[in-house]
């Protein structure tokens, strides 16, 4: 049963990115897209929600992390020590982490950044195309507002191509519930409907964006492909954990678009809001899990083969247990318990393998970034860190 869900949520990863290629080659008037740049830095962010020490590493943690804490500690640069010192919610985190500053903005992301984000430095800076930049995650919180600021120098025609892979299943339901068409979904047909409808809708999560991006439409073809695939995980009633199709997808748009920045957020260590210790603990293997294949394909893909910087950071750790926020449920605590994470740097640009001791802050990520494209970032008060370099 894994290995058969693990090939479908594959075979359902591959039909969707193609679909988006396909999208963007007829929106360029060509047949086939170009082959992707092989030259050049690549940069790989992995975000994951909160997770505290206390769970991985530390002591006690490290049997949640055997490839975190076995295979990839040796060979990173490692800072046990990551501040987070703003608001400690998904939105507002993430997007210190892309801007280098620490921001106040709605917590569901009905407002986009107030300063630039690394993916619109390095666009306007470097003159890339919009497929050299992509955000892909399993957070809905995680509007497409992050992937451009409010900037009037930057903004939306220098932002990222955002995909939300587990949002597709989820909105067909909601709407055929909705509209009083439950039956639909039990039945493959209608439900291709159904989610067709969804990923041709030009306010895709009522957010005034669509799933393929701003200017192109997934193709016919693609969606009968993709629901045959989806609706046999209905069918076969395969456990799918969120993260996973979101790995899957990330490894699809590396395969097909080696973007220079690649950003992946991964939620299921947020089923702690649900009060299951066991499936937070689970999202955490999980992560570890995942984290180790991309680290792999990193390895082994041409278009990232020897020129990869991979950073690997949970967004805060998780309020103490006792706590009158219910403990690991939440990350409200202003307290080191939530506002501490830690951050793995491996590949390109850890020079020099060890543990870091200094504290260091989540809005340094940004100017890192930055650095190894040789790219500056005005008016950011995160600092490039020294150990991460080209």
């Not at 050299?132 to 995680?142: C, E, P, T, Y």
Request: hydrophobic share 40%; charged share 20%.
């Amino acid at each position: 049963m894994e290995s058969t869900r693990r090939n479908l949520l594959k075979a359902a990863a591959m039909l969707l990115v193609d679909g988006l290629a396909s999208s963007r080659a007829r929106a360029l008037g060509i047949t086939r897209l170009p082959d992707a740049p092989m030259d050049g830095p690549k940069v790989i962010v992995l975000t994951c929600g909160g997770i505290r020490a206390a769970e991985t590493f530390h002591e006690d943690g490290f049997r949640n992390i055997p490839h975190l804490y076995g295979d990839l500690l040796p060979h990173s640069v490692f800072y046990p020590v990551v501040r987070n010192n703003g608001v400690t919610s998904h939105y507002n985190t993430i997007s210190s982490i892309l801007t280098g500053n620490w921001q106040r903005v709605d917590d569901w992301g009905k407002t986009p950044p107030a300063s630039p984000t690394i993916f619109e430095y390095l666009r306007k800076r470097l003159q890339t195309p919009a497929d050299d930049a992509w955000l892909i995650s399993s957070n809905k919180a995680l509007t497409s507002q992050i992937a451009a600021s409010s900037d009037r120098a930057y903004g939306p025609r220098y932002g990222a191509n955002v995909v939300f892979p587990k949002q597709l299943l989820i909105d067909a339901v909601v709407s055929a519930a909705t509209h009083g068409r439950v039956a639909q979904t039990t039945d493959r047909t209608a439900m291709q409907s159904e989610i067709k409808t969804i990923l041709d809708s030009n306010n895709y999560e009522g957010l005034g964006w669509s799933a393929s991006g701003e200017t192109s439409n997934l193709g016919s073809e693609m969606h009968s492909s993709l629901l045959r695939a989806i609706e046999d995980l209905v069918r076969t009633n395969a456990p799918v954990t969120g993260d996973e199709f979101t790995f899957l997808v990330s490894v699809e748009v590396m395969h097909r678009f080696a973007p220079s920045l690649l950003v992946i957020n991964f939620s299921d260590v947020e089923a702690a809001h649900f009060g299951s210790y066991s499936l937070h603990l689970a999202g955490i293997r999980t992560l570890d899990r995942l984290a180790f294949e991309l680290w792999n394909e990193v390895q082994t893909n041409p278009g990232y083969r020897g020129r990869t910087t991979l950073l690997i950071l949970p967004e805060f750790g998780r309020d103490l247990d006792g706590s009158n926020t219910n403990g690991f449920f939440n990350h409200r605590q202003d307290h080191d318990s939530t506002r501490t994470a830690w951050m793995m740097c491996l590949g390109q640009g850890a020079k020099a393998a060890g543990v870091i001791g200094r504290p260091v802050q989540h809005i340094d990520v940004c100017p890192t970034i930055a650095s190894l494209f040789g790219v500056s970032t005005p008016d950011v008060l995160g600092k490039s860190l020294a150990e991460i370099r080209a």
